[in-house]
C-alpha cells in the first residue's frame, strides 16, 4: 500500500459531527489511510440534552498489544479531544511504541473555548497536555486553550501584540510549528503560524455564526492537507476556506454541526 497510514486519536460521538465522525471521512477523502484510536464512545455528542458515555481508556492497552504483536506503526498522528489525563499519558505511550521514523504529530487540544475550561477539565489535565506538546510538530490550540496552556489572562478582544506574544510563549512548549485558530481582527478570522522564528496570518472574512465540531474539520483538513506535502500555510488556508464553505452550505446555525459531507463529495482531492 503506498497511501500514508494516520492514526487520529479522539472520542467517536455515534450521532453528531464532530471528533472522529468528521476525522476519518475526511481525512480518508484526502487519499490517507485513517487508522482510529477511539477514547470512547458517546450515544451522541454532548450538546444534545443528555448522552450515554462509554470510557474506552481500559481497553488501549489491550489495543496496544495487539497492534505490538502484528507490528503496527504509523506515518503520522492527529490528537483530539481527549478528556482524561490518564489517555494523554497513554497517548505519548503510543508515539514511543507506533510511530515510524520522523512520523508527524499534530495535537489539537481541544479543551476549552470562550475564555472557559470545557465542563469536566482541571488546570491539572491543561499542564499535562502542555507536556504532551513538546512531543508535537504542529499544535492548533485556539486563542483560550493557548492562555490557559500558557498561564496568560484571556481577553476577548486583542490586538497583533497580544496573539503574537502568545504564539511565543506556546513555542517554549514544544520544538513544533504553533498554529494558533481563531484570531480575528478587523471583521476577519483565521489562524496564526509561527514556525521557525516566523509569524505568518491566514485570514478570511468572518462569517457571523458558530457551529460545533468546525474546529475537528478545520485541524481533520490542515492535517491531511500537510501530510499531503502543502506547506502550513496553506493547509491553513485550505482547511479554512472548507471550514467557511461549510458554514455557507449549512441552512441555519444548529448544535449538530455543519454539512460538511456534500462539499467534500465537491471538493477535489490533489
Not at 24 to 39: A, D, N
Not at 113 to 119: H, N, Q
Not at 155 to 176: N, V
Not at 196 to 205: A, E, N, S, T, W
Amino acid at each position: 500500500m503506498n497511501a500514508k497510514r494516520i492514526l487520529t486519536m479522539q472520542d467517536l460521538s455515534c450521532v453528531g459531527q464532530c471528533s472522529l465522525t468528521v476525522a476519518l471521512p475526511i481525512l480518508s477523502h484526502y487519499g490517507i489511510e485513517t487508522c482510529v484510536l477511539p477514547t470512547a464512545v458517546l450515544s451522541n455528542h454532548t450538546q444534545f440534552r443528555s448522552w450515554s458515555y462509554l470510557d474506552l481508556t481500559n481497553e488501549i492497552p489491550n489495543i496496544f498489544k495487539e497492534w505490538s504483536n502484528s507490528g503496527i506503526a504509523f506515518d503520522g498522528f492527529l490528537l483530539g479531544y481527549l478528556g482524561k489525563k490518564s489517555l494523554i499519558a497513554l497517548a505519548e505511550e503510543c508515539f514511543d511504541r507506533f510511530s515510524k521514523p520522523q512520523s508527524p504529530v499534530i495535537i489539537d487540544p481541544v479543551f476549552a473555548d470562550d475564555g472557559t475550561l470545557y465542563s469536566g477539565f482541571d488546570l491539572d489535565y491543561v499542564k499535562a497536555m502542555g507536556r504532551l506538546l513538546r512531543r508535537a510538530d504542529v499544535i492548533d490550540p485556539n486563542v483560550t486553550e493557548a492562555c490557559f496552556l500558557t498561564g496568560t489572562e484571556y481577553h476577548a478582544e486583542y490586538d497583533k501584540s497580544f496573539a503574537e506574544a502568545l504564539a511565543h510563549k506556546l513555542a517554549t512548549l514544544t520544538d513544533g510549528a504553533v498554529v494558533i485558530t481563531g484570531v480575528e481582527f478587523d471583521g476577519k478570522i483565521g489562524e496564526l503560524i509561527l514556525q521557525k522564528g516566523d509569524i505568518r496570518y491566514v485570514m478570511l472574512p468572518k462569517l457571523n455564526a458558530k457551529y460545533h465540531g468546525t474546529g475537528d474539520i478545520f485541524s481533520s483538513v490542515m492535517t491531511a492537507r500537510y501530510l499531503q506535502g502543502k506547506s502550513l500555510d496553506e493547509s491553513c488556508l485550505l482547511a479554512g476556506q472548507f471550514v467557511a464553505d461549510c458554514m455557507r452550505a449549512t441552512d441555519k446555525e444548529h448544535f449538530y454541526g455543519v454539512c460538511f459531507e456534500s462539499l467534500l463529495a465537491q471538493t477535489d482531492r490533489p
